[in-house]
C-alpha cells in the first residue's frame, strides 16, 4: 500500500514538474515577443526620416511629424501602413497602440498652383496665385483692380474665351490639378441676373457669394463652401427651401434666365430616402438584349406585392455614421478624391462584404427604433454577434429573418431586379433601366473616369430610384 501512494506521489510531483517547466518556457517566449519595432519611412521624401521606436506590445507611441521630411511639389500628411497610400491614414501626435512590428509610410499630397489671368483687362492686375493640397479648396478673388473699357467684370472661366466652366467671385473652388482661371468679361449693356445663395436652417459657416451673369449664360453651382448642419448633410440645391422644388448638384451647370435663389439642401444623416416601389408582375431573368453575354438567370414569372427600396445606394457617410468607419476604396484621399463638384460622403459605400451588410441594416434599425431583420444564434443585436468574420462562417451563415421585422434588409433578388428594370410603370421598352442612353442614367467604363461619383446625379427610372 505504502508503495502504491508512494508511485503515485511520484507521477504527481513529475507532472507538476513538468507544467512548471512549460509555464517557464512560455513566460520566456512572452517575454521576447513583447518588444516591437516602429519603423518610419521617407517614401520618397528629402531628408532623413524618424528615427525608429522599440516598445513594449500594448504600449502606446505618439505618431511623430516629418521631422526635416520633404517632398517637391508635396505636402506631408501624415503616415500611412502602405507606401502607395492605400492602407490606414494616420495623423502626426495621434496616440498609437503597438501590437507588431509595423512600418509607417510619409504620405505625401500633391501640391498644385491655381494662376489668375487678367484676360485683356484694360489695367489693374490680376490676384496672386495659390498654391493648395489637392483636393482642397479655396474662396476665389474677386477682380481686385482689373478692369476692361466696355465690360464688367463677371467672375472666372476656365477658359480665355469664357466656354469653360464659370465660377463667381467668392464661390469655393475645389483644385485637382493644375489650373488657370480667366476673368470672364461681359459687355456693358447685357442684361444681368444676380444668381443668390441661402444657407437655409445651416448651423455654421456662410452661404456662398451671389454671383451675377449674363442672360441665357451657365454658371457652374458651388459647394456648400464651410456651410454645415447639425445632424445632416449637404446635398446640392434646390428652387425652394422646402426641397420640393428642382434640385441641382454641386458642379452642375445652370443656366441664368432670372434672377433666382438657390436654396441648400439638406439631408439627414443615416436616413435612408426610400421609394415606394408598388407590386406586380415581370419576367425574373429576362434577356434584355444589351448584356452581351449569359449574364441573366433561367427565366421565370414573379409576382411581387408592393415594397420600399432604397432611392440610392447606401453612401459614405451614412455607413461611417451607422458603423463608425468606411471600408471604401475611393475614400477621398490623395489619388481618390471625388471628382470636381462632387460631395465625398456622398459616394456610395464600397468593399462592403454580407457579413458588414446585415449589421449595418440591424444597426441602422436600432438606431430609427425599428425592429431588426435578421437574427442570429436568437439575438437581433449586433454587439450580441461579435467581430463579423472575415472568412466564411457557418454560425453567420444561418443568419434569420425575423417574421413581420419592420427593420432594414437587403432587397430578394427577385425585388432587386424588379426594382432596378423599373417595376411594370417605367414608359417605353427602353434598353436600360430608365433610358437607351446608358449616359444618361448610369455610371460606366466610358463615363465615370474610374471613378465612383455622388449618388443622385443622373437620371432616375420610372419608380423614382
Known sequence: MRGLILRVFIIVAVFVLTT????DVEK??????????????????????????????????TIPGAGNLTRSGHTFGGWNTNAAGTGINYAAGFSYTVTSDVTFYARWIPTFTVTFNANNASSGTAPAAQTVNSGSGITLPNENSLTRTGFTFGGWNTNAAGTGNNYAAGSFFTVTGNVTLYARWIPAGTPTFTVTFNANN????????????????SITLPGAGNLARSGHTFGGWNTNATGTGMNYATGSSYTVTGNVTLFARWIPIGVVEMVHVPGGSFELGRNLGTGGGNDWTPVSMVTLSGFYMGKYTVT??????????????????????????EVQGRRPVERVGWYNAIVFSNRLSLNEGLTPAYRIN????????????????????????????????????????????????????????????????????????????????????????
Open 316 to 341: 459614405q457617410e451614412q455607413y461611417q455614421a451607422v458603423m463608425g468607419h468606411n471600408p471604401s476604396w475611393f475614400h477621398g484621399g490623395s489619388g481618390r478624391e471625388p471628382a470636381v463638384g
Open 202 to 217: 445651416a448651423t455654421g459657416g456662410s452661404a456662398p457669394a451671389a454671383q451675377t451673369a449674363s442672360s441665357g449664360s
Open 20 to 23: 512548471c517547466e512549460l509555464d
Open 378 to 465: 436568437g439575438s437581433t443585436n449586433p454587439d450580441d454577434w461579435g467581430v463579423s468574420p472575415e472568412g466564411n462562417n457557418t454560425t453567420w451563415n444561418a443568419v434569420e429573418i425575423v417574421p413581420g421585422s419592420t427593420g432594414y434588409r437587403l432587397p430578394t433578388e427577385a425585388q432587386w431586379e424588379y426594382a432596378a428594370k423599373g417595376g411594370n410603370v417605367s414608359p417605353g421598352n427602353f434598353s436600360y433601366s430608365g433610358s437607351n442612353n446608358p449616359d444618361e442614367v448610369a455610371w460606366h467604363g466610358g463615363n465615370s473616369n474610374q471613378m465612383t461619383h455622388e449618388v443622385g446625379l443622373k437620371q432616375p427610372n420610372g419608380l423614382g430610384l
Open 28 to 61: 520566456v517566449r512572452e517575454q521576447m515577443q513583447t518588444a516591437f519595432t516602429v519603423t518610419f519611412n521617407g517614401n520618397n521624401g528629402s531628408g532623413t526620416a524618424p528615427a525608429a521606436m522599440t516598445v513594449n506590445s500594448g504600449s502606446s507611441i
